[in-house]
């Protein structure tokens, strides 16, 4: 068998021995996903900082004078391609992936160490690129996270020196790193499973990943395309997407391209790149919510299945980001349909979720709480979808807050508070330490209750017409004024949100050196990154023997049994057969 | 454009969807004791990322087609001459693919002397191809045919340019294995052998997919 092969195969395993090659140059799963999770969060932090600056502007216009209009679009420029990009992808799929998938799946390292450390390095390469172009003159591009020609290179858009260039370039690196731990991720998963772990008994934390791992390596050459494409315009003057212009009265070199091809090659990578970031955040959060509401999943097939239809469906959505470009009304039908259709298999994950929950024996530790108030604001989220993805409801509401209020709270909000509850829940595994438990509610509910008062009322303001991408609002007839103590409303939840994460910082690293020895298995679960020799795992995870795995991760709570978890790698036993016949299985 | 991509993307899910198909119908709950998965990918690790790997750039030449198509129905479209070295170079790409194919059968019967001539003689006609594409593109700029001057010249010298830099990457594989041949595999271990085998077997998957792309490429400057 393919995994008998590769997995006890007699091959050097690249053993560390210096203190570079363990925690540097490192080719172990383990500390390339601590490496990428730690760039990932610092430039996250980055981002949230400049979210900061630019709220502080539209809070309270004519009070800080932090920003220009120029830094104004430069800041909220970067915050959404770092936060969508360098933060969400590189830590679910760098971070959480790397971690988790040869440890869920029983296996000593990814197939191909060296080209996983490569990622790590190329990615860090990307980092760097991008924050350099603070530093050059012109600044950072202030284009709008979404680049559109032509005014991305155009006069009178901030950063169109340097900044441009190197926004594309950066992205051109980060696909480069992509497409080596994206290699790494979906050839582990096919081919170094340990013995007995079928694909339909992984725990869907890797199916989530597995996925969109899938939908990355499709959907980002789009974004190559379009930026070596873009960077020709700009820097050689070809016109793939610029049209012919006047540009401060002068007639431009360019003519002929058309921006609209840019648009849909942006949002044919655009729209899986949501997937990208919410299905890892669907399969970890199943786990979560099975692990600490002691019940199998609802539905495990239908969730796998559902993983891969919305990956599949997420191909053909793309042009529901632009109702407003224009084009043919059957296209926007069919677009629109497509859309509502995914929230078919998407709504089945919720009610999903829900149904683990029903007549659990629930827990209310910090991953748990994070999960939960995931499921409350992706519904909330993904409900305010299904209003934009109707062509006749989005065309007045595009452009307004209200859509800045619905993909903060559907792909801001909702993976960060998956990825919270991640972060607490293999913290003892990963550090081999207790997080302080109060703390971590302390956290949870700032920033539940928090992130909501920044975004609920963003759809209010949405639906009053409020514009996004704008620098202050002066006077005008159909803004009250009330809006804009609104405005400062927000800010202020926004500041305070902020703040929070201060504790959840302190709680880390106090926890690191002063936090209570974990428990190898301290939630109790069935998979097997929990039954691991050590803790915090040794390099080659296993010791010398690779588990076996005899059943799906989610036995809990199965009647007849003492304990009210059964490892994965339990042989079976007499007496159990007979209960889940008629037990807790659907 | 938009209905081939959708075909594109329909096509794929539904063949990820056959390959999965019986796997995922399973009832993992009732299931119980080690399973041996019936029909695993039962390949090389390197071999199921190299197959990954060509969905990826498939992907990425796929949507330059489609986009070099969209951009080409465009009025301010000149087409580009076709110089008549393109053919040439596709002779010697399909003779360098030749060759590392029948190095692949050498290899497969371990047949040392007939691997060495084939594997030289691949690296060698995919060189030429390389300095061919690029006697072709002074010809091009010889004759005012910038990367700037219309969007058929830069479409061209993007892809020519993309096209051999995934060229140069499987010239890096072929530099290794041919290393390991010419430093004498009598005796070596069996494991590198095996590893040279394999090298071998995935350059000329990788040179047959890259002839496919250049022929499918080519046929499209010729179309326009």
């Known amino acids: 068998m393919a995994y008998v092969a590769i997995a006890d195969r007699d091959h050097h395993l690249h053993d560390p021995d ?20 730690i760039t990932a969060i610092f430039v996250g932090v980055v ?31 970067m915050h959404g391609m770092i936060m969508v990009i360098y933060l969400l992808t590189a830590l679910f799929l760098g971070g959480f992936g790397n971690y988790l998938i040869p440890l869920m799946c029983g296996a000593r390292d990814m197939v191909f160490p060296y080209m996983n450390m490569l990622s790590f390095w190329v990615y860090l390469l990307s980092v760097i690129v991008l924050l350099g172009s603070f530093f050059v003159p012109g600044g950072p591009t202030g284009a709008g996270w979404t680049l559109y020609p032509p005014q991305a290179i155009s006069e009178g858009t901030p950063g169109i020196g340097g900044g ?62 379009a930026a070596v494409m873009m960077t020709l315009d700009r820097v050689v003057g070809t016109s793939f997407f610029m049209p012919e212009m006047l540009s401060l009265g002068r007639e431009l070199d360019y003519g002929g391209g058309s921006p609209i091809l840019f648009q849909h090659l942006f949002w044919f990578f655009g729209h899986p790149e949501v997937y990208i970031v919410a299905l890892p955040a ?136 998956v ?16 997080f302080n438990e109060t703390l971590g509610k302390v956290h949870f509910w700032l920033t539940l209750l928090g992130t909501y008062s920044i975004y609920l009322p963003m759809h209010y303001l949405g639906i009053l017409g409020v514009p996004r991408r704008y620098y202050a609002y002066g006077d005008t007839d159909f803004i009250p004024a009330s809006a804009q103590t609104l405005n400062s409303g927000i800010t202020i939840a926004a500041l305070i949100v902020a703040a929070v994460q201060i504790v959840f910082f302190v709680n880390v690293i106090w926890s690191l050196w002063r ?14 990154e929990w039954l691991t020799p050590d803790t915090p795992p040794k390099h080659g995870n296993w010791g010398p023997n690779l588990p076996e795995v005899h059943r799906w991760p989610y036995d809990y709570s199965v009647p007849g049994e003492k304990e009210d978890f059964i490892p994965q790698t339990e042989p079976p036993h007499a007496g159990v057969a007979a209960g889940r016949d008629h037990g807790v299985h659907h | 454009m938009n209905i081939s991509v959708l075909f594109a993307a329909l096509g794929g899910a539904i063949l990820v969807w056959l390959f999965l198909l019986q796997r995922l119908k399973t009832k993992p709950w009732l299931e119980q004791g080690v399973i041996e998965e019936g029909g695993a990918v039962n390949a090389a690790p390197q071999r199921v990322g190299l197959w990954v790997f060509l969905a990826v750039v498939t992907s990425l030449f796929g949507l330059f087609a489609i986009v070099y198509n969209m951009r080409s129905q465009f009025p301010d479209w000149r087409p580009m001459p076709d110089p008549g070295l393109l053919w040439v170079n596709t002779g010697l790409l399909i003779l360098a693919s030749v060759a590392l194919q029948r190095a692949r059968t050498a290899v497969a019967r371990e047949d040392l002397d007939g691997l060495k001539p084939n594997l030289m003689a691949a690296g060698i006609l995919t060189f030429a ?18 990367l700037a001057t219309n969007p058929a010249d830069a479409f061209f010298y993007i892809l020519t340019a993309l096209h051999g830099l995934h060229l140069a990457g499987g010239l890096w594989f072929w530099a290794r294995a041919s290393n390991t041949v010419w430093k004498g595999l009598e005796s070596r271990p069996v494991t590198e052998v095996a590893g040279v085998r394999l090298s071998v077997t995935l350059c000329s998957v990788y040179w047959h997919y890259l002839l496919l792309v250049w022929l499918i490429l080519f046929g499209l400057l010729l179309s326009t």
């Open chain 1, 515 to 528: 936090g209570p020895k974990a428990d190898p298995n301290p939630w109790r679960a069935t998979t097997l």
């Open chain 1, 18 to 37: 210096t203190f570079i090659t363990k925690y540097i140059w490192s080719q172990d799963h383990k500390v390339i996903a601590i490496q990428y999770a």
């Open chain 1, 282 to 417: 669907f399969g970890i959060v199943s786990d979560v919510l099975s692990v600490h509401a002691r019940k199998n999943i609802f539905g495990y097939r239908m969730m796998v299945w559902a993983i891969v239809l919305i990956g599949a469906l997420s191909f053909v959505v793309w042009a529901h980001h632009m109702y407003v470009s224009g084009m043919n009304p059957y296209f926007g039908f069919f677009f629109a349909t497509t859309t509502l259709i995914i929230a078919v298999p998407t709504a089945l994950k919720v009610y999903n979720w829900i149904l683990t929950l029903w007549r659990g024996d629930i827990h209310l530790r910090v991953p748990m709480l994070f999960a939960i108030g995931f499921i409350f604001t992706f519904i909330h989220g993904g409900l305010t979808g299904l209003f934009l993805g109707n062509v006749t409801v989005d065309l007045p509401l595009s452009d307004t807050y209200f859509v800045v209020g619905h993909f903060h709270m559907v792909m801001g909000v909702s993976p960060v508070l």
């Open chain 2, 129 to 146: 191809f390389l300095g061919g594409q690029l006697l072709v593109w002074r010809q091009l700029i010889s004759g005012g045919y910038y």
């Open chain 1, 47 to 77: 981002a949230l900082v400049l979210s900061l600056l630019f709220r502080l502007q539209l809070g309270f216009p004519d009070t800080f004078n932090l920003v220009d209009p120029n830094q104004y679009y430069q800041y909220v420029t």
């Open chain 1, 419 to 434: 990825v919270f509850a991640a972060i607490y829940h293999w913290f003892p595994k990963i550090t081999g330490r207790m």
């Open chain 1, 164 to 225: 441009i260039v190197l926004m594309l370039v950066s992205l051109a690196i980060f696909i480069v790193a992509f497409t080596m731990g994206g290699l790494n991720y979906v050839t582990t998963v096919l081919q170094a499973r340990t013995r007995g772990m079928t694909l339909m008994r992984m725990p869907l934390a890797v199916w989530g990943i597995f996925v969109a791992t899938i939908l990355g390596l499709l959907a980002f050459p789009a974004l190559l395309v």
